[in-house]
Every structure is written in C-alpha cells, then in structure tokens.
Nanobody
Framework: QVHLVESGGGLVQPGGSLRLSCAAS????????MGWYRQAPGKQRELVAS???????NYLDSVKGRFTISRDNAKNTMYLQMNSLKPEDTAVYYC?????????WGKGTLVTVSS
C-alpha cells in the first residue's frame, strides 16, 4: 500500500524559510513524477512545483526563484525548500505521486506565513 507523508510545515514569519519533506513508501519511488500542491482557504488546489523521474522541474510562476523542489531516490523522499516566504504562501501543502494512471496523495502539512 502506498503512503505519502508530508512534514516540515509550521508557522513562519514573512521572509522566513521552511523545508517540506514527503516520505514515500510502498512504491517504486524513482519511477514516479512527484509534485507539491497547495490549497489556501477558499481557493482551488494548485500545483506549486513538480519533479519528474529524471529530475526535470517545473514551478508555479509566483514561487520561481524562491522555492526549490528536489528528490532523493535513495531515501524515497521529495523536498520543497521554501525561502522568502510571503503571507500569500499560506496554505495546506500536499505531496502527490504519479506514474502513468496511478496517482497518490498525502494528507498535507499546514504552512502559515504570518507576523
């Protein structure tokens, strides 16, 4: 059974940094395209960043230059380094794994950017 577990969320001041992790189990991690999504209150879930099996990356325009997605296939873990955080980055951040038609989601971790 596939499990995705996010961690690293919390409360941070504007301009601060957080590193999110997504630990995967029950899957051949290296084959999957992995992604970070977020959903703010009252808004639709949106793709923040993704990384393919060959480590090609893609970012939401509003996070380019501030966020960095990465993966460690040896540890079955994906990361999102978030710098220069803004109040508008406040959301629940979700991890997603996709391979062909198979798609799995984590339960999310809350990131709150506030002074």
């Amino acid at each position: 059974q596939v499990h995705l577990v996010e961690s690293g969320g919390g409360l941070v001041q504007p301009g601060g940094s957080l590193r999110l992790s997504c630990a995967a189990s029950g899957m051949t991690f290296r084959l999957y395209t992995m992604g970070w999504y977020r959903q703010a209150p009252g808004k639709q879930r949106e793709l923040v960043a993704s990384i393919t099996s060959d480590s090609s990356t893609n970012y939401l325009d509003s996070v380019k230059g501030r966020f960095t997605i990465s993966r460690d296939n040896a540890k079955n873990t994906m990361y999102l380094q978030m710098n220069s955080l803004k109040p508008e980055d406040t959301a629940v951040y979700y991890c997603k794994a996709q391979f062909i038609t198979m798609e799995y989601w984590g339960k999310g971790t809350l990131v709150t950017v506030s002074s």
